[in-house]
């Protein structure tokens, strides 16, 4: 095995956030003249992006998309980093490839020209910090295979990729292109179910990479019983448990369940201060869990500090910080 | 006079906030290399925007401009507000029409075209919550006496207008014109003198206007000092008193001093339950106070809802706030 120059790769939807609050009543009303499902994410095309950002109230701009999330904390928290995804040559294409840069992110994915605009999410915060996603993948959707770059894939230690990629065939063929170089050279592939609507526009497609290609499975308690559709969550992680060596489930408030062969590790949620918005909560846990997994911590240290970094992110708007994340990592127990 | 359709129409520089946090080392470094004073706005160009932008971590991006801030608020508290300004036919212009528009500024200045890109400012808020600006104003500076729409002004009570204006010759005549119809339809006319550095390099075009030209005039406690060069804001105080009939003196933490005639009416500023960004604090002042002014407020409800409003504002990022700002009005009183 050649050394490795990254310890995670993310790959991903590259999406700008445009944030802001609304009511609940604001949703159901969105909802239910549109389409619009509380807490999931809907994709959305042009014109109900333009619809529904002329509906919405003064807004923030922020860069987002879930593995680029997960890859900007990894940065931050000081390990070497890569991002494959998609943006356009424009203003917002602009923003979200500085925003990477600056955290130390490598990204030199080709911009897209002249078609598509850079994709954005319209993320309604409800009062309850619960956020609604609304995606219009735009330049996002035309990732595919060519623009996986083979010796940033073979440099990395683990190629970490968001289930919302199963969202357009181009991207599919990416995300399977990434985990043969991934294989070929012998380093590790993760994969994070994303959503639970998105695991039942799925269902076979995730089951299939769970079984035979994939290391490490990030998901929320929704997602992994929507895979196997069962009735308990307890019954999930049995399931999962068989099939995948390293799994790290989710359940928001009631903390993460590491899963490792016959290894069952609870990690505690820590609370937040104030909770602000949910936006990218799994997204931290899986930049933390990844860098310390990476950088050689036992499997309770890595979940421990994806708690840590999910309540920072929950603690304000939006998915990123520009905290120093640097000293999140200290005291924390290295694998013996 | 016929009958107004708006409170309060704003002109100034229409400018897309990029917010982060640094810190003092860095703003003193880059002070050094390039001048960057702490506190204040430097204006920069294309270049050093792109080399700022590089040098800069993680950002937000919110809409901004010292006018348009203020129209927000006003017109976040439920009055009519219109806005004057010049941005591109681009993302960050989409951005900045949203955002007035979303808060229901009428908002309705051709966008510039094949020129400059839309303006932003990039903004450093140091630990101390103190924020240091720095301008790129792109298309804002193409600003025109053109771009000044006749209706608009002759049905707005007040005029409010920013003194950043003054750093461009073409804004200067913008200027000149709003005042002109305003005052020709027998409106007010509002001026903020922005930055003690912008009254340094615009001293007698402010001395003029405050003299002759201007009903109400908003100032810090440095940019009124700076304007008449006195050693004390008392001094400062009683000049700016035989000159102009309505004045609001801001004096952050030590509250603010209203000045009409021989009146003098203190306003204890509010304590924030955490002081995070200083960004558009006067500008909100300015806001919530000509809310109060162009509804019927007695002058010290006018202070006291701009004390409310600049500590909203500082309790949180930037400039803008997507909440409900209708409640603050309530139990202020009105003018006998």
Do not use: W
């Not at 619009?36 to 994410?41: D, I, L, N, Y």
């Not at 990894?74 to 602009?94: N, P, R, T």
């Amino acid at each position: 095995m050649t050394s490795t120059k990254f310890d995670v790769l993310g790959v991903g939807n590259a999406i700008v956030d445009v944030l802001t609050h609304a009511s609940d009543e604001f949703i159901a009303e969105q909802n239910e003249k549109y389409g619009m499902m509380k807490g999931a994410m809907t994709l959305i095309d042009t014109e109900r992006a333009e619809q529904l950002y002329g509906d919405i109230g003064q807004a923030t701009e922020m860069s987002g998309g879930s593995a680029a999330n997960t890859i900007a904390i990894v940065a931050g928290l000081g390990a070497e980093a890569a991002f494959i995804g998609k943006v356009a040559e424009d203003q917002l294409g602009d923003v979200f490839a500085h925003d990477l840069k600056a955290t130390g992110v490598h990204f030199s994915t080709p911009r897209l020209k002249n078609n598509h605009p850079t994709g954005r999410c319209f993320i309604l915060v409800t009062p309850d910090a619960q956020r609604t996603m609304n995606t219009y993948l735009g330049a996002a959707a035309e990732f595919e295979a060519e623009d996986v770059q083979e010796n940033v894939v073979s440099a990395a230690k683990v190629s970490y990729m968001e289930g919302y990629l199963f969202d357009k065939e181009a991207a599919k063929d990416g995300y399977r292109r990434v985990s043969e170089i991934a294989r070929a050279n012998g380093r590790e592939v993760a994969l994070s179910l994303s959503d639970p609507f998105c695991v039942e526009r799925h269902r076979e497609d995730f089951q299939d990479l769970v079984d035979h290609h994939v290391d490490i499975v990030f998901a929320n308690e929704q997602e992994i019983m929507a895979l196997y559709q069962t009735e308990t969550f307890e019954e999930a992680q049995e399931i999962v448990r068989s099939k995948c060596k390293l799994v790290a489930l989710t359940r928001g408030p009631k903390g993460s369940v590491i899963i490792s062969g016959n290894q069952t590790i609870k990690i505690d949620a820590i609370e937040p201060s104030e909770l602000k918005d949910t936006t990218g909560a799994g997204d931290a846990y899986a930049g933390g869990f990844l860098y310390g997994y990476t950088n050689g911590y036992d499997l309770k240290a890595c979940g421990d500090l994806g708690s840590l970094l999910a309540t920072e992110i929950i603690s304000q708007m939006g998915p990123r910080t520009d905290k120093d994340l640097k000293n999140f990592v200290e005291g924390l127990k290295k694998a013996s």
